[in-house]
């Protein structure tokens, strides 16, 4: 669980917190593209007696992801029950200079891994020991509070061929 803060009081009228809560890792993105060669199943966050999040576990790169590694972020959000386009996106040409940059929403993750820059040859694992997660400053409106669903495609050139991989990470932005 990850704690935000909406946009601005003024947008508001009041300040509320808000948490988001991951409800779907990792699952297919349903158009065909074939899902990361990233093996994830050892990797969990847990809680310590204070509700704080953590990382643990290993991750491991069954393929090769080299320089360039595009990044294209796009998100639905469900309204009336049906899934419709939301109104976050994100085109990245290359992660490769930006893996380490602060102010990227990777930062926290890749500021732990041994290996910080381009390539990652097939089976490089990273190992994250009680990765605090913390909060994550988010600004975003209350409107946005809800069920979303996020969609992460992934190109890397393999053997002189581009190819594009999707996961799919469902979420809840809720109040508490």
């Given at each position: ?83 419709t386009a ?28 041994k290996h ?61």
């Amino acid at each position: 669980m990850v704690a935000c803060k909406p946009a601005s009081a003024q947008q508001l009228g009041h300040w509320g917190e808000y948490v988001v809560e991951f409800t779907d890792y990792g699952g297919d993105c349903e158009n065909g593209k074939p899902m990361p060669n990233v093996d994830f199943s050892d990797l969990e966050t847990v809680e310590d007696e204070d509700g704080n999040g953590f990382l643990t576990g290993k991750i491991v790169f069954k393929s090769e992801y080299n320089d360039p590694i595009e990044l294209k972020v796009y998100t639905e959000r469900q309204k009336q029950g049906a899934w419709t386009a939301g109104e976050i996106s994100r085109d990245v040409l290359n992660m490769c200079p930006l893996l380490t940059a602060p102010s990227e929403p990777w930062h926290l993750f890749t500021s732990a891994m041994k290996h910080q820059e381009c390539p990652f040859p097939a089976n490089h694992e990273e190992t994250f020991d009680m990765l605090p997660l913390g909060d994550i400053n988010m600004q975003f409106p209350d409107t946005f509070a809800g069920n979303w669903r996020l969609f992460a495609e992934v190109t890397t050139p393999r053997e002189g061929v581009k190819v594009t991989e999707c996961m799919r990470i469902g979420f809840l932005i809720k109040e508490t």
